[in-house]
């Protein structure tokens, strides 16, 4: 028999949206948000044709619509190689290292994402996925009862854990299997409004940090934000009010710019929840309440290549250490504003500078036909200049949460102990992979020089 199997991109959308309407019941605000960002989408639109033209052209029209990015943080080395092989299924693979212990959090973590240009133009859907790191708790009788307890829970369904296999065995999964994989798959990421442990041990969980408590005390890794795209943060960020939601006081990221890069986020503070606890002596339980969920929105700008990162980093370092207070500080907009006039910001010269990723696309097929015949070689600084052959932004699909969680560098001690330090925790971390992870910058990379590859054989095609 040749089962017809689904493509993981269209597994991956039925995933994505399964878990924003099971989010939307959790988490009614999340519902506001997503109306909010779908009413400024639209007048974004409406009042941009510019930005509108561009994104028609690169295709990714549809995306911004369905566009989300969840995150879940994990208790275990095995929790975390399972939940790779199931986001296979569904085309999703381990994007770049992130140490939060620099930003004083213990975990570690990477984006599960879709890697390809056409995968990305369905559903770029991705999930944010911690790794907690027991060795940073300093307390060792803590970090043993820690471990004790994360290795008695099991995170994932019998059913989801069958099909995988299934999934592996034949290659993949037909339509009804697929929706029965997304089904069982989705109870991992629920919330539990009851906890494993009794309200002492949350309480000595909570202590060693709050993430702590959060990843260990609960039956899974509960979906702690789904995060949709806008196109216009600051109109988001104005409206959040209006709506009755709060916002928090300043845009994380770059500042407003004609040409947005990397990542701009804004959030909602975490919701008090109530949670139940089983009593110690097995008699009833006690309640209390836990903060981890909350809300956030994000606009997305041209990926940077390694250079225009570091200038990126430099800049913001520049701000955030003026006098320590981060990104609270009551002029923090203006100082941004001010430090990224360093940062060109213009499509023509981030390319030329090498600071930023793009597509090229033929803007004139007949003027870049005439060139084809005329000369020997594709002269593309030329055809750029003369608005021949354009520029489109490859748009940045990974995070920034080292930078966003604020002032932490200058906390630390020296920069060789630290990159040390993160070094060796990487590859413990692709050890509870079970794989590598990719490099953002090299994904990038490639997807440039693939167009430029496709420009240089329409070129080669004019010449016959
Ligand atoms: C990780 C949050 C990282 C982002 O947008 O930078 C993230 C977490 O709190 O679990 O989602
Ligand atoms: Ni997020």
Redesign the pocket.
């Known amino acids: 028999m040749t089962a017809a199997f689904v493509s993981p991109d269209a597994i991956r959308s039925l995933f994505s949206q399964a878990m924003s309407d099971m989010y939307r019941t959790e988490v009614p605000q999340y519902g506001t948000l997503l109306n909010l960002v779908a009413d400024i989408n639209q007048h974004t639109l409406a009042h941009n044709p510019a930005l509108r033209e561009a994104l028609a052209q690169a295709g990714d029209m549809d995306r911004i619509d369905v566009e989300r ?5 994990l208790g275990t080395a095995h929790e975390l190689a399972t939940l790779s092989r199931l986001f296979r299924v569904m085309g999703m693979q381990p994007v770049s290292y992130y140490d ?1 212990s620099v930003a004083g959090v213990p ?1 570690h ?1 990477t984006a599960f994402r879709p890697v390809d240009d056409e995968a990305l133009r369905i559903n770029p859907f991705r999930v ?1 996925t ?1 790794l907690l790191r027991l060795e940073l708790i300093d307390d060792p009788a803590l970090r043993e009862q820690a471990r004790q307890i994360l290795a008695r829970r099991a995170i994932f369904t019998d059913e989801v854990l069958a099909l995988l296999h299934q999934c592996e065995r034949d290659g993949g999964l037909d339509a009804d299997h697929a929706a029965r994989f997304v089904a069982a798959l989705l109870p991992t990421f629920r919330w539990h409004p009851t906890a494993t442990v009794d309200a002492a041990t949350y309480r000595q969980l909570l202590n060693a940090h709050r ?1 702590v408590a959060d990843v260990v005390c609960f039956r899974g890794p509960h979906i ?2 789904l ?1 949709p795209r806008t196109l216009d943060i600051d109109a988001a960020q104005a409206e959040m009010p209006r709506r009755g939601i709060e916002a928090k006081a300043v845009v994380e990221g770059p500042p407003r710019r004609r040409c947005p890069i990397l ?1 701009r ?1 804004t959030s909602f503070k975490a919701l008090q929840e109530v949670i139940a606890f089983p009593q110690a002596s097995g008699t009833g339980t006690h309640a209390d309440t836990h903060t981890a969920r909350f809300g ?1 929105i ?1 606009q997305r700008g041209v990926a940077l290549t390694r250079k225009g990162r570091a200038l990126y980093d430099q800049l913001l370092a520049q701000v955030r250490n003026i006098d320590g207070a981060g990104s609270t500080a009551h002029d923090y907009a203006e100082r941004l504003t001010a430090a990224f006039q360093a940062f060109p910001d213009d499509a023509p010269s981030l390319h030329a500078q090498g600071l930023a990723f793009y597509r090229y696309t033929v803007l004139d097929p007949a003027a870049f036909s005439r060139h084809a015949h005329a000369a020997d070689d594709l002269d593309l600084p030329a055809l750029l200049r003369a608005n021949v052959v354009g520029l489109q932004p490859i748009v940045y699909e990974d ?3 080292v930078s ?1 969680a604020g002032i932490f560098q200058s906390n630390l001690g020296g920069q060789e102990a630290r990159s040390y330090a993160a070094q060796s925790a990487q590859l413990a971390f692709e050890q509870a992979l079970g794989r590598p992870v990719l490099d953002e910058f090299e994904i990038y990379a490639g997807m440039q020089q693939r167009s430029l590859q496709a420009l240089q054989a329409q070129f080669a095609h004019g010449k016959t």
Not at 69 to 73: E, L, N, T
């Open positions: 990015h969840g995150a879940i943080r939060l975990v973590a944010f911690s993430l702690n934000h995060t990542l986020q956030e994000e995070f920034l949460p966003a």
